[in-house]
Each structure stands twice: as structure tokens, then as C-alpha cells.
């Protein structure tokens, strides 16, 4: 079993910033990908980013250039910094790790941006 933790959502001025992160704890060796969805009102879950154990990343196009994801393995969290925010970034973010065994995801963490 695996337990994600988020944290870091807030309200947040269009271009302003915010830090998410997310800790993991439980059967985590064979987790490789960790990564971050959104979903907002009324729309699917959608990939933000995802980053490898070895560092590798993938965005959304929507995100490139304004997020970066990081991860520390020898805390088990991983990192999503989000810069020069719009309001279509609003969404509930969820935390995601991929291992072996199966697909685990955190509670959520709201990220609301004002106009």
C-alpha cells in the first residue's frame, strides 16, 4: 500500500505562483512515475506533469514553460511549481504514483486562481 499526501493548494492571484507538494509513504521501492493531475468542474482528469525515478518529465502542453515538477527520493515527495498562473489552471490537483502493484492517487488539493 501506498499513502499521498498533497499540500500547497491555496487562492492565488492571475500570475502569481504556488508550491504543491506531495509526500508518499507505504511499498514505494517499486514505484517509478509520480506525478500530478488536475480536474476541474464539469471536465475529465488531466495530466499536468509526471517525472521518472531517473528525473525524466513530461508536461502538458498547457503547463510547459510556466510548471516544473521535481521529486527528492530520499523523502519520497515530489514537487510541482507553478508559476505565472491563469485562471484556467483552477482545478483540484491530485498527487499520482504508478508502481508495480498498482495505480495510487493522494486526496486532492484545491488550486484556485482569481481573475
Known amino acids: 500500500q501506498v499513502q499521498l499526501v498533497e499540500s500547497g493548494g491555496g487562492l492565488v492571484q492571475a500570475g502569481g505562483s504556488l508550491r504543491l507538494s506531495c509526500a508518499a509513504s507505504?511499498?514505494?521501492?517499486?514505484?517509478?512515475?509520480m506525478g500530478w493531475y488536475r480536474q476541474a468542474p464539469g471536465k475529465q482528469r488531466e495530466l499536468v506533469a509526471i517525472?521518472?525515478?531517473?528525473?525524466?518529465?513530461r508536461f502538458a502542453d498547457s503547463v510547459k514553460g510556466r510548471f516544473t515538477i521535481s521529486r527528492d527520493n530520499a523523502k519520497n515527495t515530489v514537487y510541482l511549481q507553478m508559476n505565472s498562473l491563469k485562471s484556467e489552471d483552477t482545478a483540484l490537483y491530485y498527487c499520482n504514483t504508478q508502481c508495480i502493484s498498482a495505480n495510487y492517487w493522494g486526496q486532492g488539493t484545491q488550486v484556485t486562481v482569481s481573475s
Open positions: 507505504g511499498t514505494i521501492f517499486n514505484c517509478n512515475l
Open positions: 517525472i521518472t525515478l531517473d528525473g525524466s518529465t
